[in-house]
């Protein structure tokens, strides 16, 4: 049951959205064929009392044609009420939290936060962890809160935490600094440090700098370090969780990059850039290259990208070339996408790989647009196969009731 905000007769309520149909058609690690089709579902309706009120919505739906399965999920479903006064915000169902050490928590319970005095602002969450694609054993619970700290224009900066209990115990429990810093008009850090106090370590330090001392060059630097065991070790997506051939507990990753762009007119960008990276069981390896970007309005662009990586590993050693471009007819848009890999040694059968897209969109109206997309592939394991994808793409927005 959702909980009675009082507020003022809206004068009208709105509800605006997005539907998004895929249907694929591929080959699985098997051989077999598969063609799933996916639907993407996003809702907001606002205005429900004195635009303080709003209901949000977003899931998936996959069925597959050939294997006849079908999976879904809810990925948030939530009532909002904001004012506008102090800038507070609570969200309840299935809320989406994005503070500090909760980078990305899925959660059934409640959100909120506010602005206090002397530009201090806080927030808080708490409820039952959503889980995806994966079924940990035992009851949770996970809440955390952010105090951050500001001066408009020169820098936010955050303390946080996050606890999730299981059986009543200590499952997780991590805490977190993030900052934003702008010090000069042409200068900004961002970055965050995460620790895990359950393994009693570090689990990344993660920093990127943007200094831009010339209008028409700007410098990225990148500086991270990632302990594999504390980042994932409680991780609810399957896709992240330790296995045979996925993710080792036991690595270590720093990863040090620079990249200079360069906007040579108001078309044509150049980029050049290099990463270092360094781990403790897979060895090092050097990445370096640059690509070309030209632009001009809406649809029509093109690029060129060459990149080398050297590593300890064989299979680290390749260059890889990308070619891309698209061109906008009217309501036509065309595209192209050329990816070839050059490997140092025959690692698995073939040291080639490479794949080709064409990619064709229709805007039958404003709101709705329609596509097709057919890529080629070919390398040791994925042999001459042949992918396609149809698309529908349908946004829409709509006012209901209302008056003077």
Known sequence: MLPFIPGSTASAVTLDGSSRSYLQTRESGGGSRLIPGYEYLDLSAGDLAGEAVS??????????FEQEN???????????YRRKEDNTLVDLGRVLVFEGVAAAERV???YARTDLARNFSLSAFGGVPAETGIDLPGASIIYGARL??????????GISALREEKNDDDFREEAGVDLWLRPLAAVELTGRSNYDSVSRDWMEHSYYLSIAPLDKFRFNTEAAWYRYE?????????????GPGLLDPNETATILGEEVAYTATDRVSVFANVRLY???????ATSFGGRINYSQGRGNAAGLSINRVDGDDARLQYTQYRLYGSRRFGKITLAADLIDVE?????????????ASLITAYDLMESLRLG????????????DEVRALLKIIYTFGFKFGGGA
């Not at 209901?55 to 597959?64: E, I, L, Q």
């Not at 504390?230 to 330790?242: C, D, K, P, V, Y």
């Not at 490997?343 to 080639?352: H, K, P």
């Open 372 to 383: 097709a997309d057919v890529e080629y592939l070919n390398s040791a394991l994925l042999e």
């Open 70 to 80: 079908a999976k879904s999920n809810i990925q948030y479903a939530f009532v909002s």
């Open 278 to 284: 360094s781990y403790e069981i897979a060895g090092n």
């Open 108 to 110: 059934d319970g409640a």
């Open 55 to 64: 209901v949000h919505f977003g899931g998936w739906a996959r069925y597959d």
């Open 230 to 242: 504390s980042l994932f070790r409680t991780t609810t997506t399957a896709a992240l969780q330790f």
């Open 148 to 157: 951050s700290h500001q001066l408009p224009d020169l820098y936010r900066l």
């Open 343 to 355: 490997f140092d040694e025959n690692t698995a059968g073939d040291n080639n790989a490479y794949s």
